[in-house]
Nanobody, 120 residues
Framework: QLQLVESGGGLVHPGGSLRLSCAAT????????IAWFRQAPGKERDAAAC???????FYAESVKGRFTVSRDNAKNTVYLQMDSLKPDDTAIYYC??????????????WGQGTQVAVSS
């Protein structure tokens, strides 16, 4: 059974960078599409980025040009490199997986989340 564990969150100043990791166990990871979602206080959870099992990527407009999603199938890990961080990026970040080659709207497996706070 697939399990996901996020790490790498923390407190950073505006303009700073963080790299989140999503480590997968339990299945052959390379067939799964992985998305990063985020939920800010009082707001709905939204998709930030996605990388498919065939390495196609998707970014929300709010993060395009600042965030980069990548995967290392040998390490069963997906990364989210976040640069030029803004206070509006403050949220709990979740990774999620679906057994599909396409970034979509629904995901079957979720991690527990990691907190990112951007503040001066």
């Amino acid at each position: 059974q697939l399990q996901l564990v996020e790490s790498g969150g923390g407190l950073v100043h505006p303009g700073g960078s963080l790299r989140l990791s999503c480590a997968a166990t339990g299945v052959d990871f390379r067939y799964y599409t992985i998305a990063w979602f985020r939920q800010a206080p009082g707001k709905e959870r939204d998709a930030a980025a996605c990388i498919s099992s065939v390495d196609a990527t998707f970014y929300a407009e709010s993060v395009k040009g600042r965030f980069t999603v990548s995967r290392d199938n040998a390490k069963n890990t997906v990364y989210l490199q976040m640069d030029s961080l803004k206070p509006d990026d403050t949220a709990i970040y979740y990774c999620a997986a679906r057994n599909s080659p396409i970034c979509g709207l629904t995901y079957d497996t979720w991690g527990q989340g990691t907190q990112v706070a951007v503040s001066s």
